[in-house]
T-cell receptor, first 115, second 116 residues
Framework: AQSVTQPDIHITVSEGASLELRCNYS??????LFWYVQSPGQGLQLLLK??????LVQGIKGFEAEFKRSQSSFNLRKPSVHWSDAAEYFC?????????????FGKGTKLSVIP | GAGVSQTPSNKVTEKGKYVELRCDPI?????LYWYRQSLGQGPEFLIY????????DSGLPNDRFFAVRPEGSVSTLKIQRTERGDSAMYLC??????????????FGPGTRLTVL
């Protein structure tokens, strides 16, 4: 069964600093990978996704993620964090086989930003 | 346009009661998903509809949980004989599965269910 591990429960960074959120996945084939952000009272919003091709993926709000098959990782990065980036971030993997398109999520990383 | 909406936003009920949670997907989206998010956890898949039929209900925890989508649009998640452990945020998502692929799932704001 597929699974996602987000090792960091909570990260605090200063505004303007760089950010990297870690994500490791377990899946037998080439996975479909996603990063979502969840702000208080808001629904989950898709930041970016990887299906195939270029392993460096650009997303919205200045985020990017790199797929590394050898490390089973899909880490999310941002060069300069803004206070409005404070939220909870979820990595998810999708089944690339036929059938259900359900997503399996990690437990999330809560990001706090110090002004 | 309008996003995914869920009603009610909050539901408080007593142990043993029956509850219904409603999801209005984005117009034209053929796929609809229900997830459950417990405190401190990521969303967990419950059930997936393609049109009117439940294509995958493998995530439903037991037979107290049931969901319908009779006209291929609005969906209702039904929980019988609620238990305190059912307390969670229930999320609905929809996507346009034209071509049968992982198009983006758009999530609603969720219904927070509290079972006393």
């Amino acid at each position: 069964a597929q699974s996602v591990t987000q090792p960091d429960i909570h990260i605090t960074v200063s505004e303007g600093a760089s950010l990297e959120l870690r994500c490791n996945y377990s899946y037998g084939a080439t996975p479909y990978l996603f990063w979502y952000v969840q702000s208080p009272g808001q629904g989950l919003q898709l930041l970016l996704k990887y299906f195939s091709g270029d392993t460096l993926v650009q997303g919205i709000k200045g985020f990017e993620a790199e797929f590394k098959r050898s490390q089973s990782s899909f880490n999310l990065r941002k060069p300069s964090v803004h206070w409005s980036d404070a939220a909870e971030y979820f990595c998810a993997v999708g089944n690339s086989g036929a059938g259900s398109y359900q997503l399996t999520f990690g437990k999330g990383t809560k990001l706090s930003v110090i002004p | 346009g309008a996003g995914v909406s869920q009603t009610p936003s909050n539901k408080v009920t007593e142990k043993g009661k029956y509850v219904e949670l409603r999801c209005d997907p984005i117009s034209g989206h053929t796929a609809l998903y229900w997830y459950r998010q417990s405190l401190g956890q990521g969303p967990e898949f419950l059930i997936y509809f393609q049109g009117t039929g439940a294509a995958d209900d493998s995530g439903l925890p037991n037979d107290r949980f049931f969901a319908v989508r009779p006209e291929g649009s609005v969906s209702t998640l039904k929980i019988q004989r609620t238990e305190r452990g059912d307390s969670a945020m229930y999320l609905c998502a929809s996507s346009n599965l034209a071509g049968g692929s992982y198009n983006e799932q758009f999530f609603g704001p969720g219904t927070r269910l509290t079972v006393l």
